[in-house]
């Protein structure tokens, strides 16, 4: 395994609409391959879904300690991320290349990773979630603005 910056003894949390089944399907694949352990809180096919009713649960588990981080996936992940960000204590960052993975862990301790499976390849996607995934949170001025981001 990768130098992991996440509690591995939890499990990673998955969810996704029917535009990001597919991505979802073998990312966990390729997650269980390497030695994790994940949670798939659905969508399982590709029917019309309403995004919130997966990304929901999956920010919950990871807002209740439940899992290490979670990983959504739709056509945009506009609507997964904006979901997953009404959660306290949910940082969710969509990203479309492996440096914006980077900076949301880097800059915003993001807990969470939002993938456009419509814009990104498969491979990107996996790059993305292992930058993501080995990227320790930089702390310093950030800290602050992290601090400011919550409503309360």
């Known amino acids: 395994m990768s130098s992991y910056v996440f509690d591995i003894s939890k499990p990673i949390a998955l969810g996704s609409d029917h535009a990001g089944i597919d991505y979802k399907k073998e990312v966990i694949h390729w997650l269980e391959s390497k030695g994790y352990t994940v949670k798939d809180f659905g969508t399982y096919n590709t029917d019309s879904v309403d995004y919130p009713d997966f990304a929901h649960p999956t920010a919950s588990s990871v807002e209740n300690g439940e899992a290490a981080f979670g990983i959504l996936f739709c056509g945009s992940a506009n609507g997964v991320a904006m979901t997953a960000n009404k959660h306290a204590n949910i940082r969710a960052g969509l990203c479309w290349l492996t440096e914006v993975a980077e900076l ?46 919550a409503c309360s």
Not at 105 to 110: D, G, P, W
Not at 120 to 130: C, D, F, G, R, S
């Open 104 to 149: 949301t862990r880097l800059h915003n301790n993001a807990n969470m990773i939002c993938v456009p499976a419509r814009f990104v390849t498969l491979n990107l996607a996996k790059e993305m979630i292992e930058k993501f995934m080995t990227t320790a949170f930089e702390g310093g001025r950030h800290q602050n603005r992290v601090n400011k981001i």
